[in-house]
């Protein structure tokens, strides 16, 4: 009960903000080297009462965990050309996310060629008949849907979709770590934490949990300084 009430009030906290993320550069580290760093905060060299296996599994939630509450991993543009009369169209990508759409009017003499569509809920869309250069976006069953609806004066030009991708994650030890450098400290947080549940101490394993989210909250505080408006 304890650990649950700390997990849901920290959870809290993190998600007042979320952000866009930094450099996704990883530190080459794979699973094994955090379970190495960990081991050795657990005095326990070789597996006896955590298991190899379990500690994979316990990296790998810290980086989905990572991926989904920073949105670290921004490895994917996504292009989509404009059809007349047409303001439904499929992500036909995996994504956790679109943080931002771009429209290019392919005009080099245009001052803004490029031009960022305003995210909206889709509530908003389509209460009047509109036509023109899309300014809005939102997203609905893996569709992108913009508006105005563009006609033929804009067929043909290119949205290109800021995609956060899914992780791969680890499922065995030789398995690189793909989230950026700054987070291999908060994976093997998060696993120490794991494991102090797993051994019934739950003073040492929310005081690694405690340590995991801060860094989380760092990063998107000091790391990126960007709030993600939610839309």
């Known amino acids: 009960m304890i650990k649950r009430i700390f997990l849901t009030i920290v959870a809290i906290l993190l998600f007042v ?11 080459s580290k794979t699973a094994q080297d955090i ?4 081991r050795v905060e657990l005095n326990e060299s070789s597996a006896v ?17 990572i991926t989904s509450k920073t949105r670290c991993l921004e490895e994917t543009v996504f292009t989509i050309s404009l059809v007349a009369n047409t303001y439904s169209y499929t992500i036909s990508t ?7 759409v771009l429209h290019d009017s392919g005009d080099n003499d245009d001052p803004t060629r490029i031009m960022a569509l305003k995210r909206e809920d889709i509530t908003d869309f389509g209460h009047e008949r509109e036509e023109g250069r899309p300014k809005r976006y939102c997203i609905w069953d893996n569709k992108l849907l913009v508006w105005p609806v563009p006609d033929s004066t804009w067929a043909g030009t290119d949205l290109y979709l800021y995609v956060v991708a899914f ?3 680890v499922s065995g030890t030789g398995d690189s770590i793909e989230t950026p450098a ?12 794991k494991a102090y549940y797993k051994d019934n101490k739950e003073v040492r394993g929310n005081y690694y949990m405690s340590l995991f989210e801060k860094m989380l909250q760092d990063y998107i505080n000091t790391v990126i300084r960007r709030n993600y408006k939610q839309p």
Request: aromatic fraction near 18%; charged fraction near 20%; charge should be negative.
């Open 17 to 27: 903000t979320l952000a866009f993320a930094g450099s996704t550069t990883t530190s």
């Open 49 to 65: 009462f955590w298991a190899d296996s379990e500690l994979v599994t316990w990296i790998d939630e810290a980086i989905w965990e």
């Open 167 to 169: 992780p791969s994650g």
């Open 182 to 193: 700054y987070f291999d400290t908060a994976i093997k947080y998060y696993v120490l934490a």
């Open 35 to 38: 379970i190495d760093d960990v």
């Open 94 to 100: 995996d994504f956790v996310d679109v943080e931002t």
